[in-house]
Every structure is written in C-alpha cells, then in structure tokens.
C-alpha cells in the first residue's frame, strides 16, 4: 500500500457536525445543569479530552504494528507509476518530511494477525498533510437546545454515559439500547423535510495552486465513489463557481459548463448550484434564464455581517416554514475538498426519522426543487441586487489580476470581431475555433472567486499572470487603415495662470489643475455648469488605514473611512507635457507614506467628452487602502453601476443599515450620478471598487494586505481612469459607448495602401443608442453560421432595426 501526502503549512479548515447520541435522563432537572451535560457527553466521546478513559480511547482494540514504512519525496507531482520506481528511505513515526508543498510517498507494508479473521479492521494515519491511498496501484480513498425532546434527548445521552464502563464492552449494548429506542420514535407526516445533499465544494485554487486542485480533486472524487458503493442510498453533488466577470464572460461560464455536462453525461444542468461566492449580480436571472438554468442555491448570505438574510438556515430559523416544508443541508468538507464521510452517512442514518428532529432524506438538487416548486405560488420572491455584505475588499485586491481580466476580456472580444468578419469575407479563413476555446477556458479559469478576487496565495497570483501572458500572446488579427494627419474640428488649448495652475480646454470640457495635480474646476461648456463641488477639489487621492476583523485580502470595514488622509506631499509639480493640438496633458507626481509613490498624466483629447487620468504607482505600503475622489455639484438619492448586460440603482445615502452596508461596492466600466439635466460619470479600465456617498464619487485604486499572500500589491501598478460631466441623463449623454470606447478602442497598424484606396465596410448596424452589439463570434456547432449578442442597455422597451450588408440564409 501507498500513501501520497502533500505537505503544507496551513491545512483547510474542515467542518462537519458533531452528532451526540441523545437521551433521557432521570433524576437531575435539565435546566440546572444543561450545559454540563452537554459537555459530559461531548467529553465522553471526545478525541481530545480524557482519552485515557473514555469512549473514544476505547474506540479501537488491539493494535499491531506494520512491518515496515519508508518514504520518498518529491517537490514534484508525479503519477503513482513514476512513485512506486522510485528509491524509498526507512521511516518512523514522529519524524518530519518534506518541505512546503512536496510530495512525500510513503511505502507501508503489513500483515493482519491470524487471530483477527473476521473482525473490521482499520489503517490508522495521522499526519498535518492530505494523503492518498494506494493500493495495486489504484488509489482507494482520501486520507483526510430549546424544546422538549431536546431535553428528552439531554436525558437519554446522559444516561449512556451512566450504564457505560470503558472497561468492559459488555455494557455498551445497553447503552446501544437506550440510543434506539430514543432513535426508533417517528415523526408525524407533517414534520419538516430535511433534503441532505452529499456535497464537495473544491476551490479550483486558493491556498494551493491549480495543480493540486487536480489532485484534490482525484482525492475527493475517489472516495465519493467507495462511499456510494458501500451505501447504496448516498448521493453526491460537487460545485465550482459573480461579481467581477462581465456579461459575455458570464455566458461563456454557462456554455462551458452545459457543454461538459451534456457530453460527460448526456444531459444539460437545470440548477446554478453556487454554495460560496463572493456576492451575486442582479442580472443573474436573466442569464441563467437564457442559459436553460431556472433553479438556483446559495448560502453565502447567511455571512451578511449586517443584514441577515431571511436563508433556510435551520428549521426553527427558517423564515419560510408557513410556506415551504423543505430545507437543504448540504454535508461534508469543503474549500479543499474532501466531501462527506463514512461517520457523517452513519450519523445521517440514525437521526432520518426522529421524533423531535426534521425528517431527513438522502436526496439531490432535483428533488430539493421539485419539491418546492409543488406550490409556488405561496412562495415569496425577491427583486434586485443580492448583495453580500462582506468580502467587499476583493473588488480590489490584487489588482494585477483584475487588470489582466479587463484586458484579456476585451482582447478575446476583439479577436473573435475580427474573426468572424474575416470569415464572413473570406469562406476559406480558418475561424480559430479550437484556439479561442482554450483561450476562453484559461480566462474562466481565472474568474474563480478565490482567484480575480484576488483572495489566494502568491503562487496563484502567478499562475493567474501566466495564464493572462498566454491569452495577450495571441497574433493579431484585425487591421484598420486611416489618414496620418488628422485636424480636430476644435484643437486642445493649454495654459499656465500665476498660481501655476493649468487650464486645459477642447471646446467640450474647461478644467483647471492645481500644482498639487488636483482638479478645481470641471466645466462642461456648453451649459456653462461646473461638475466640480464648490471649494472641494476632484482628482484627490486619499489613503485609508485598512485591517479589517476577520479576513484580510477578502474584507474592508466601514471603520476605515474614519482614518482617511489626504496624499498631498509633491514630488513634482504640475508641468505640461502636450501643449494642444489633437491633445493636452500635464504631469505630476506625489509621494504616498515613506516608500511609495505615484505618478499620473492628466489628458484631455480633442472631441473627447472626458478627462482621463493615466496613472502609474509604485506601491509598497502594508494595510492601507488607496482610493481617489470627485467630490461633484449633483445631488441624487442615487447612484447608477454598471453591471453584466446592464446597470443597476444604489442608494448614495445611509439612511438604513441596507443602506450603510453598502459603503463599498462593485460596479465594472463606469458608475454616474445625476440628477435632472445633469450628471458626472466616473469611468475606468480595470478597476472594480466604488463608493457614492451624498455627492462624493470615489473609486478604489490598491489595497496592500499580507494574508494570504504576504506581496499582495506589492510593485508598480498602471491603471487608467476618466471623469464626464455630462447633460441630461447618462443614457442621453452616452456615457455607456464611451465606457465601451475607453475599454474598447480601436486598433490601428500602419498600411501601405492609400486612404484613397480604402474602402470602408460594416458587417453590422444598430439604429438605436439603447442597443449593444456586445458580441460577434463563430456558432460552437455550425460553421457558417455567426453568433450575435446584444442587449439594451438603456433599461428601457425599445424596437430597433439590425442592418447586415451580408446574404443572409437564415436568423433565429
């Protein structure tokens, strides 16, 4: 037999359910001493406490040691194949092997007494690492209060405890007598039903890297195999996992997923099966729905650290009970996998009809929803964002990451446009199908909530980077051709005043920036109305002192608004660097606490509606938050995010602990507050984390925690941002196409052809605003046929006309 370990520093934490066998006393009054009792009963089987003389301690009888156990180890993952070839040293307990994160194989040979035929049997191994077993060379298993029948049960447990001498076996039977009798009492028909789901949740990296979750998964998967051979009634789910993906990305996530499922098991998944998440977008319904998915499970509210949701999380908590007789329990070790136990199935067995306790039944997520599905009439429903009070600070956090996500999205974008017009032009171009599947599959692998969060270890990070290298390696597919010389309807204009401020106008926007880098004025010029809040500045970088209470990659508290300071020590002032024409800048740079440092060049553009703010920080700070503000002249309950396919309504006062709960927030390309006639939106390239409060715009910049990666942000960032005073509602100023132009751009390569010989051409057209054709690609089973996705953007009912210069066959 073999056992391969994997040695590491910090182990999962595992949870699982201490059940006790539950009784009836009958002398003392259970409520003078109820918490003794627990405590004697936990005591009694525990496999710390009082081992010398418990049950625990006496758990196992004769013992006998193995003949031999020698190692071999590795700081490589390698087959069982390459293992049992391999050189093996002597070994004895207590010893240490390995280093963090290698492969120890342990060669155990053994013999069972001749005096042991018959009898069960058990290996016992203990070890700070997760092992497999090995044998023949196939691997076998992963090593790894308040009512009257709960005093009842109180009762009985503690008479157990009585009736047992751990010096003699014979009278465990009567205590075996007493748990059956107590167990063999039925519940009523209308007693609460308990679904119990068999479940391994395995994040696909987090404190190890993506290798290791193969071989976590292998673990796991084995021994959910053994379990349910040996108990026939036993069925087992798993999940894999959103805030931070976009729309399309989300699609893909869905495709992928039915894809796989259809063709390992010949059926599509009706269920969005999502146990840990960092927080859920309103528009999940819509596009679950178009995915063929209409049923969905979560628990991750129930760590609301404010507002609890109203969860099924018990039975006497369950807020529905008038409504719905089922529950979900869903059972085993999570995070790093494992899934449930032998001793977990036998606890299940003895409480699945109980007198006092729900009905429980080994069930599945179908029968869990059919069941509730029987009258859904009476069940309640919920309208708008589910928004996860907690985890907030992964809306920043290793913003290396989220830049590689924003970039390799709309790179992947990009190549399957251009894709598909050169197969629409071209029958003989060779649509990249295969490539662009592997592509898009690394990308989804990296939106895993333990991973674009950027709540994972260091060695994550970098297969993340890796992985983000491989998608911007990709050729180029696309060319444009245009003029060399282009002249502005309305040149840039800049120049310096006495105070050493500089003024930059482009006929659409007049701003003025201080020495300090400060924006002091934002005037939209054709209705003459400053942006910028009387006697505030905009463009203020502020810094937050950030140690949260539990979490450190993963959470920021409302407490750290209260340490905010402004980043105000210049390095170098204002200075100009493009005087105008078809563009305008200044530069400055600023130092932030004793080691870091930023520097950002302040651009308008000729005909561009807004300023943008390209920003390069050479970051070294440790629990600090960087975040930068545009206190504006608008006054809104409201602010708007934009969201996957949409946007969505946040209140910018904390009226309510709703309110205030949301003191961070997430939105994707831009987020605007208006009011009647008026508004400033607030764009970006990569960044994720907002806050509106009153008439406040900030955006989150860095984070700098140490766990669990102790470099998180550590080095030089480049990120870019843009302020749009606009009239009118954000929908009428077109904020959302040039969120899309500043994320978006066009591509141009030089071209030996004239401009006169270029022939412009369009594919596709939309005649309204509201209307985004957000996606051209390739059909995954026709290859002649193109996939197009658009959405209204507007939150609006409109009718629009979509032009093809194309011979169309066929569309649906």
């Not at 009736?163 to 167990?183: E, G, H, I, W, Y």
């Not at 997520?365 to 309208?383: R, V």
């Not at 105000?568 to 080691?595: D, H, K, M, N, W």
Request: proline share 4%; glycine share 6%.
């Amino acid at each position: 037999m073999y056992i391969s370990l994997e040695t590491r520093r910090n182990p999962d934490v595992l949870f699982c359910t201490l059940s006790y066998c539950l009784c009836n006393m009958y002398h003392q009054p259970v409520l003078k001493n109820r918490r003794t009792l627990l405590e004697r009963a936990e005591k009694f089987i525990s496999d710390v406490y009082f081992t010398d003389c418990n049950l625990r301690g006496r758990l196992y009888g004769a013992t006998f040691p193995v003949r031999s156990l020698s190692v071999f180890s590795t700081p490589n993952r390698i087959p069982f194949s390459e293992a049992e070839q391999q050189t093996f040293q002597p070994a004895k307990v207590g010893d240490g092997y390995g280093l963090t994160w290698w492969t120890c194989w342990f060669k155990v040979c053994l013999s069972i007494p001749d005096e042991w035929h018959g009898k069960e049997v058990h290996f016992l191994w203990e070890s700070d690492g997760e092992g497999m077993v090995w044998r023949d060379g196939q691997p076998v298993q992963m090593l790894g209060e308040n009512d009257q029948r709960g005093y009842q049960a109180l009762y009985v447990a503690n008479e157990m405890v009585n009736v047992c001498d751990v010096q003699n076996p014979n009278t465990f039977s009567a205590a075996r007598k007493l748990a059956k009798k107590f167990f063999s009492e039925k519940n009523g028909d209308s007693q609460h039903t308990v679904h119990a789901m068999g479940h391994c949740h395995i994040d696909t990296a987090w404190l190890w890297p993506y290798e290791e979750t193969v071989r976590k998964c292998a673990r796991s998967w084995v021994t959910a195999v053994r379990l349910m051979e040996e108990n026939p009634s036993f069925i087992f789910t798993c999940s894999q996992d959103g805030n931070l993906p976009s729309g399309e990305s989300m699609v893909r996530q869905f495709l992928e997923g039915q894809r796989f499922f259809h063709q390992e098991f010949g059926k599509y998944c009706t269920e969005f099966w999502l146990p840990d998440t960092f927080g859920y977008s309103a528009q999940l319904p819509q596009i679950m729905q178009n995915c063929g998915i209409t049923r969905f499970l979560t628990q991750k509210l129930s760590w609301n650290l404010v507002n609890t949701f109203p969860l099924l999380n018990t039975v006497r908590n369950n807020k529905d009970k008038g409504r719905a007789n089922h529950s979900a329990l869903l059972f085993g070790f999570g995070d790093g996998g494992g899934g449930p136990t032998q001793i977990m199935l036998d606890r299940l067995e003895r409480v699945m009809d109980t007198d006092g306790l729900p009905r429980i039944q080994i069930s599945n997520p179908d029968k869990l929803f059919t069941a509730l599905e029987a009258n859904t009439s009476l069940l309640c429903s919920w309208t708008g964002e589910l928004f996860l009070e907690l985890h907030n600070g992964t809306y920043t956090t290793q913003a290396q990451i989220k830049l590689g996500n924003r970039q390799c999205e709309a790179l992947l974008h990009d190549i399957e446009v251009a894709s598909s017009l050169a197969l629409i032009r071209d029958k003989n171009f060779l649509y990249p199908l295969d490539r662009l599947h592997h592509l898009w599959r690394l990308l989804l692998l990296n939106q895993f909530h333990d991973v674009i969060p950027g709540s994972c270890i260091k060695l994550v990070v970098e297969d993340a980077i890796k992985y983000y290298d491989a998608l911007v390696k990709v050729p180029s597919i696309g060319i444009a051709s245009v003029e060399e010389s282009v002249e502005p309807g309305c040149s840039v204009t800049v120049s310096t005043q006495a105070d050493d401020s500089v003024i930059l106008e482009n006929g659409i926007l007049r701003l003025i920036v201080n020495r300090n880098g400060c924006v002091i004025s934002l005037r939209l010029i054709d209705s003459n109305r400053e942006a910028i809040l009387n006697g505030c500045s905009g463009n203020q970088f502020v810094i937050f002192d950030d140690i949260p209470l539990y979490w450190d990659a993963w959470d920021v508290m409302d407490y750290h608004l209260q340490t905010r300071k402004p980043v105000t020590e210049i390095i170098e002032p204002v200075r100009i660097v493009s005087s105008g024409g078809l563009r305008g800048s200044v530069t400055f740079s600023l130092r932030i606490g004793e080691a870091s440092m930023l520097f950002q060049e302040i651009i308008l553009d000729a005909q561009c509606p807004y300023v943008k703010f390209r920003t390069k920080v050479d970051w070294k700070e440790a629990h600090k938050f960087l975040k930068v503000e545009f206190p504006v002249q608008v006054h809104s309950a409201n602010a708007t995010y934009e969201i996957q396919f949409g946007h969505l309504q946040r209140p910018t006062h904390w009226n309510t602990s709703w309110d205030w709960a949301r003191f961070e927030v997430w939105g994707h390309k831009w987020a605007d507050v208006s009011e009647h006639g008026f508004g400033v939106a607030l764009l970006n390239d990569c960044k994720y984390g907002y806050s509106v409060h009153r008439n406040t715009l900030t955006l989150s910049l860095l984070r700098a925690p140490k766990s669990p990666d102790a470099t998180a942000d550590i080095g030089w960032h480049e990120f870019t941002y843009a302020v749009m005073p606009h009239q009118g509602s954000f929908q009428e100023a077109g904020v959302i196409q040039c969120a899309y132009n500043m994320n978006f751009p066009l591509h141009c390569v030089p071209t030996q052809r004239s401009p006169s010989q270029a022939v412009s051409w369009s594919a596709f057209s939309v005649d309204c605003p509201a209307i985004i054709l957000e996606t051209i690609k390739q059909a995954e089973d026709q290859k002649d046929a193109v996939v197009l996705r658009l959405y209204e953007s507007h939150g609006s009912t409109v009718s629009t006309m979509l032009r093809t210069t194309l011979a169309v066959k066929a569309a649906y």
